[in-house]
């Protein structure tokens, strides 16, 4: 039932798109979101939805790409202290407070640093199910389960007079 409902709302907005198309390609050539260089753009022969989602792929294609350090094999040690993730020719190391959340997904863990960025942790990397039970126990000891920081409380008697 889910695909149906998914499969409407998408024809909804290409036969939309298209009606927009037809009737404005009369007045005006519309400009399309797809453009190769050297080639003229295609106007008015893709709907809107599909050039915004094949060129939001494109773009996180490029972003991938353009980001060689990504691409290098890297090794990860794990402490009660926190986390060093180190390749050929780099390391970092984190301690557990500078991650803010933890998530969880069928192949991996999700350790946030900020909202928008993540340190992912594949679960295939690791050799049997109890070692993937101690790490799971070890981000909830750590991350899901920590107090949050706050700020210092100074009783009014011991403050400074103004």
Partial sequence: MPWLI???VI???VSRQIRRTQTHSAHKP???FLYEPGKEPQRGREPAALAAFMSRLNNEKAIWESQPHLHRPQS???TEGGVVVS????????R???YSHVRETPNLFLLYTSDHAIQTVPKRAFGSEEDLRHF???LRRTIAERPAP???VIPVGSAAPR
Avoid: G, H, K, Y
Wanted: hydrophobic content about 50%; proline content about 3%.
């Fill in 96 to 98: 557990w407070d500078a």
């Fill in 30 to 32: 519309r400009q399309s």
């Fill in 11 to 13: 024809w909804f907005f």
């Fill in 150 to 152: 706050a700020f210092p």
């Fill in 76 to 78: 990860m040690e794990v």
């Fill in 6 to 8: 998914i499969f409407c």
């Fill in 136 to 138: 799971r126990e070890l």
């Fill in 87 to 94: 390749d050929a020719v780099s390391r970092t190391e984190n």
